[in-house]
């Protein structure tokens, strides 16, 4: 032992002479860090050059963007840490209560994970990550490396690589050669759709819960195999604000404990001791607030974590240079000098109080299993459609939470959907998650009924409680269930040898979509039915996919549709005859053929680049069907009469009414409209019959004088006219193909006060709200007295063609599961 104790000491007295010859940012890139924006594949050059010469480094590349760009963190410790990189992973997991095998260290580090540049065109701490990466490393260095003996720190130098090249190539190609700090210049306007978003134009600051998006899936992933004790999510905001850092703005979420509440004001108070000592500006506990639980800060603390957001001024007008209101110039070097004193000041803080942070962590999963927070300690999901319940699964399993399946009992609990407490007899098939386990806080937060919002003054969505996203019946239970382990044996998927006069497909859910589109992309022939019908003693809803050998003259028609149904996991009904027991048989007019349809995405400046990224997201990546992308400034050089149907996302449009598109629309065409696109077509003279909803009332002179409104309340005011997304309950017209696989309701994410006049004679109302509509989530007063009645979904004839009105977006974010079959109606079924 003592002579490995030699050579270990040798070992180290070499490298760390070798480790202070290491190239600082500065010196590898060839540049002053500040200096210019630097490439990505720069930055991962230099983290992989570190972690080859430095022993107290080791680099993981954990996945790949949409564009192929790598995504990697840097573990930096001591080198006996990072030797023993994988015990003290597990010892953390085990004081999480997520391990079974117990892998105690006595001296485990804390660990303090740095996420930068989850927003691309905030790239300032992209730049950061490289610096901070050399302070930790440097041996030199004589204020960081006693930090590494009881602090392990992860750097994610930078989460979204195809938004900030997208963002560096715009400034690099239009900045000049030097730097023009006027905002009025040219390389302070990033064009659209802006390096923001990843390939998709999805907000992957949006995505911790939902991990819709490939680079979220694989970070996820590897932060729940490590569950750090403190997580910092760096961004940039507008070039000029201060410095923004914790502790946060309220709500917080009621489940936030008083410990993660204290020690971010502790961490707050070590990063403003260094910003007091360099004059530089900054405030706290002002709009950024702890509620949406999808956040790089509140994923964190839902999963016990101390989760922060620091928000430097700059963002993408800030480019190298920028003169701010005040007459100061805030340069890329400034940016980089504020995130990086918070990065060490951050790591500086969990190390002076590393034994506290761990105690507190494991005190945290404690509580979690003992006594979890919240009224609720089991939920259960009823199985009321095979694949909503199995993607509902897979969120589950993705954030580690435990569950399991009924036993049969009678229980009483809080029906999601009547709003009321009801007994029920629990089915073998469905859902049960206990509160009793290590994620019982995130699992709460992600599905209790209502989430308190202690502050109405919030950044995001107030509600999004996933039995309304996945459409599924659920009842919450004060009391503890315990769960089956045993899971029920799955359906097997049948598959038919004999031919068939025709085969039958359900029509339920994005699954079955997925189906149509491969049986479409094969050029077979589908119908459906516009009415229920019953056939070989089944009965099948109205919309039920019908695949008649008739009109499908192809080679091995029968193993073809077989296949497609194996390989989608769909369950065929074969009909012997196309005379049905009851209902119109399959040859009559009621059975429409479903044409293969060219679909239109309009996009470019105006169009919102996340709304019409959902769209695009969800025909290729989720359901593979071919969409082209068509800019709207180029709509009038296109040939449209190539189109069946155009999607006209959330934006503003300079004349989404114009004579052209309308004819086309008489002409066969069909328009979607979604969102602000929707508004756009309302109260015209001519062709579109939709209406804005009028409130307004004739008033009376009361005599009264008008009240007098303080200003310092202006900001509450406009909260009364707010909904900044809240769950209503839309009555649906299940008859219409609109409502196609539907009961006769759908939950709807509000985000806006948007509803209309219901439609006329040439117009079908599908979806409408009632005066007992609101289910859930913060809307002010004057919101909720519009939101009482009207319009949301409907259908306009116009023609030959038809025009759909989506009010609300029931892609919000991809995660709002349940839209996404109302969505694949507008394309499919509605004609």
Not at 147 to 161: A, E, F, G, R, Y
């Amino acid at each position: 032992m003592k002579k490995f104790y030699a050579l270990f000491l040798a070992f180290s007295c070499i490298y760390t002479a070798f480790a202070q010859s290491l190239q600082s940012p500065s010196q590898f890139l060839g540049y002053p860090l500040g200096n210019q924006f630097t490439y990505h594949y720069r930055i991962a050059e230099y983290f992989k050059y570190v972690a080859q010469n430095a022993k107290n480094v080791k680099l993981v590349q954990y996945g790949t963007t949409n564009e192929g760009r790598p995504l990697m963190v840097a573990f930096i410790g001591s080198q006996e840490n990072i030797y023993r990189l994988e015990d003290i992973r597990k010892h953390n997991l085990y004081l999480a209560g997520l391990s079974n095998s117990p892998a105690t260290l006595s001296n485990a580090p804390a660990i303090v994970w740095l996420s930068y540049n989850v927003h691309g065109n905030e790239p300032s701490s992209s730049e950061t990550a490289m610096q901070a990466l050399y302070d930790m490393v440097n041996p030199a260095n004589t204020r960081t490396q006693p930090w590494l003996k009881n602090t392990l720190v992860v750097i994610d130098p930078c989460m979204n690589p195809d938004g900030r090249d997208r963002y560096v190539n715009f400034y690099n190609q239009t900045r000049g050669a030097v730097p023009d700090a006027d905002p009025a210049s040219r390389e302070h306007m990033e064009p659209w759709p802006g390096g923001r978003t990843n390939h998709y134009y999805f907000d992957l600051n949006r995505d911790w819960a939902w991990q819709t998006q490939k680079e979220v899936q694989t970070r996820v992933a590897l932060y729940n195999q490590w569950l750090p004790q403190i997580h910092v999510d760096f961004h940039e905001q507008g070039y000029n604000n201060p410095y923004y850092f914790a502790p946060a703005a309220e709500p917080f979420h009621k489940d936030i404990t008083a410990w993660q509440r204290e020690f971010q004001t502790t961490i707050g108070k070590n990063n403003a001791k260094y910003f007091d000592q360099n004059g530089w500006m900054y405030f706290t506990k002002e709009e950024f607030d702890l509620l949406y639980p999808s956040y790089g800060d509140t994923y964190p603390i839902y999963n016990g974590s101390i989760g922060m957001t620091y928000e430097q001024g700059g963002h993408s007008a800030g480019g190298l240079a920028v003169v701010t209101s005040s007459g100061d110039t805030l340069t890329l070097a400034d940016r980089i000098a504020h995130h990086l004193s918070n990065s060490l000041s951050t790591i500086e803080t969990a190390s002076a109080h590393a034994d506290r942070v761990l105690s507190e962590f494991k005190k945290y999963f404690d509580n979690s299993r003992s006594n979890p927070p919240g009224t609720y300690k089991t939920y259960i999901i009823r199985n009321d459609n095979a694949d909503k319940l199995k993607a509902l699964v897979q969120v589950l399993d993705q954030n580690k939470i435990q569950y399991g399946y009924g036993v049969s009992r009678k229980v009483n609990g809080y029906n999601y959907f009547t709003g009321k407490t009801e007994s029920y007899t629990v089915n073998a098939n469905d859902l049960v998650v206990n509160a009793y386990q290590p994620k019982a806080v995130l699992l709460n937060v992600l599905l209790e009924p209502k989430t308190l919002v202690t502050d109405s003054n919030t950044y995001d969505i107030t509600a999004w409680s996933l039995p309304y996203a996945y459409g599924l019946r659920a009842y919450a239970l004060t009391e503890s269930v315990k769960p089956s382990t045993t899971q029920p044996a799955a359906t097997a998927v049948s598959t038919v040898a004999t031919q068939a006069y025709a085969y039958v497909a359900p029509w339920q859910s994005v699954q079955d979509v997925k189906f149509l589109a491969a049986l479409l992309n094969k050029n077979i022939k589908v119908r459906y039915s516009v009415t229920p019908f019953d056939a070989a003693g089944k009965k099948f809803t109205a919309g039920s996919l019908i695949i008649t050998r008739s009109g499908n003259r192809v080679a091995d028609f029968d193993r073809m549709i077989n296949h497609l149904a194996a390989q989608y996991g769909r369950t065929l009904i074969p009909l012997s005859s196309g005379f049905v027991d009851k209902g119109a048989d399959l040859g009559s007019g009621a059975v429409r053929y479903i044409q293969k349809p060219k679909v239109m995405l309009l996009t470019g400046e105006g169009v919102s680049a996340n709304a019409m990224g959902e769209v695009w997201h969800f025909f290729e990546q989720q359901v593979g069907y071919p969409i082209s992308l068509v800019r709207y400034r180029d709509l009038n050089r296109v040939k449209l009469s190539d189109f069946d149907v155009v999607i006209a996302p959330d934006g503003y449009y300079d004349d989404l009414a114009g004579e052209r598109l309308q004819n086309w629309v008489q002409e066969g065409g069909r328009l979607i409209a979604m969102e602000n696109a929707v508004a756009q077509l309302a109260n015209k003279k001519e062709g579109y019959a939709l209406k804005t909803k009028d409130d307004k009332k004739d008033e009376k002179a009361s005599g009264k004088a008008t009240e007098l409104k303080p200003y310092d309340t202006r900001d509450r005011e406009s909260i009364r006219y707010n909904i900044p997304g809240a769950i209503y309950k839309v009555y649906l017209d299940n008859t219409h193909p609109l409502g196609y696989g539907f009961p006769n309701y759908y939950y709807s994410l509000k985000l806006s006060t948007d509803v209309y006049d219901y439609l006329g004679d040439n117009g079908w109302n599908v979806g409408v709200l009632k005066k007992d509509s609101y289910t859930t989530g913060f809307a002010g007063q004057k919101a909720k007295e519009k939101l009482n009645s009207g319009l949301l979904f409907g259908v306009q004839s116009m023609g030959r063609g038809s025009v759909v009105y989506l009010t609300d977006d029931p892609l919000f974010r991809s995660f709002w599961e349940n839209g996404k079959l109302l969505f694949s109606n507008a394309v499919f079924m509605v004609q």
